[in-house]
């Protein structure tokens, strides 16, 4: 993980421009990677506090990657700056990228009713009265699921990747010297009309047959880097979504942008506002059904 930090500081003195129009930016960079190491340290001391104390820690990443490291609670053995480095880079890597699949999945069901009543139709029935989703139920939720990997595919929250060559790579005829920075892009990639029906439309059904997009369809990567949280994103989302489906009923506010900016993630232009109300029966969604 510390590698990854410091790969990402390394190509950061690379890349970033050192004109006067970028020292705001970086000012503002910095300033912001110290508070977010500030409030990992102050909430890897409050675990370690609470550990010491004998308390139990609540069920969260943070608190197993502190038991794990200091079962004992003692945090003289622990390495505080990598603990914080294992912090902050799960907070950035899981929340932001999370939320932007979450927003832009609400915006895409906005302006598509059929698809709405579809997801509905297979949560209701999944989860029944009680609401809750147990893991059984993940593997049952294929429309929902396909719904949330239609969304990956049209706005991935990680747009490219970067990668180097560790040595001279001949690829499709194309000689690449060693240590030539390559950007995937993840987008442009999930687009490509040899690999996709129709890419330009939100199609969540391509993607019930299962995934044979030839790693075309990469918006966790691929590789040894590739997203550790993968699964994890996966079910926190399915989870979510199926609670919002189950209990609620959301209108787009009007005049809000379907574009999105990129800036490390891929988010809405406009975030994404909705008028939330209480589940509505599924004849109301679309009229006639
Ligand atoms: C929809 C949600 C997510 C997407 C689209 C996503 C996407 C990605 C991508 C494309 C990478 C590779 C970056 C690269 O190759 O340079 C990555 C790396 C990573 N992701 Fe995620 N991610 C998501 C959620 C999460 C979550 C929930 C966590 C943690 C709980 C997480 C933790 C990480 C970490 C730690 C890495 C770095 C792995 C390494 O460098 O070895 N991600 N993610």
């Known amino acids: 993980m510390k590698r990854h930090l410091q790969n990402h500081n390394h190509s950061k003195n690379e890349t970033l421009s050192p004109f006067k129009d970028h020292i705001k930016l970086r000012r503002e960079?910095?300033?912001?990677?110290?508070?977010?190491?500030?409030i990992g340290r102050q909430c890897i001391m409050g675990q370690m506090e609470a550990l010491k104390r004998g308390e139990k820690l609540d069920n969260n990443i943070l608190s197993h990657?502190?038991?794990?490291?200091?079962?004992?609670?003692?945090?003289?053995?622990?390495?505080?700056?990598?603990?914080?480095?294992?912090?902050?880079?799960?907070?950035?890597?899981?929340?932001?990228?999370?939320a932007c699949l979450m927003a832009s999945t609400l915006l895409e069901l906005g302006r598509h009713p059929e698809i709405v009543y579809k997801m509905k139709t297979e949560?209701?029935?999944?989860?029944g009265d009680d609401g809750y989703v147990s893991f059984e139920d993940l593997s049952k939720l294929k429309y929902t699921t396909a719904v949330l990997k239609e969304t990956l595919r049209f706005h991935s929250p990680v747009p490219i990747v970067l990668r180097k060559t560790p040595k001279e790579v001949v690829w499709n005829g194309i000689k690449l010297p060693a240590n030539t920075s390559i950007i995937i892009?993840?987008?442009?990639?999930?687009?490509?009309?040899?690999?996709?029906?129709?890419?330009?439309?939100?199609?969540?059904?391509?993607?019930?047959?299962?995934?044979?997009?030839?790693?075309?369809?990469?918006?966790?990567?691929?590789?040894?880097?590739?997203?550790?949280g993968k699964q994890f994103a996966m079910i926190e989302a399915q989870v979510a979504m199926a609670k919002l489906m189950k209990n609620f009923t959301f209108d787009l506010v009007p005049g809000q942008s379907f574009d999105c900016v990129a800036s490390v993630t891929c988010k809405p232009k406009d975030s994404c506002r909705v008028y939330v109300k209480p589940a509505a029966p599924r004849s109301d969604i679309i009229p006639n059904v």
């Open 29 to 38: 960079g910095r300033a912001a990677s110290k508070r977010m190491r500030e």
């Open 65 to 98: 990657i502190l038991q794990s490291a200091v079962p004992a609670g003692d945090s003289n053995v622990i390495d505080l700056e990598l603990m914080i480095d294992h912090c902050v880079t799960f907070f950035l890597a899981g929340q932001e990228t999370t």
């Open 123 to 127: 949560v209701d029935a999944v989860l």
């Open 185 to 228: 892009c993840i987008v442009n990639l999930a687009r490509q009309k040899e690999y996709f029906e129709s890419p330009e439309e939100f199609m969540p059904s391509r993607f019930l047959g299962g995934d044979n997009h030839n790693n075309m369809y990469i918006p966790f990567s691929l590789g040894p880097r590739k997203c550790i």
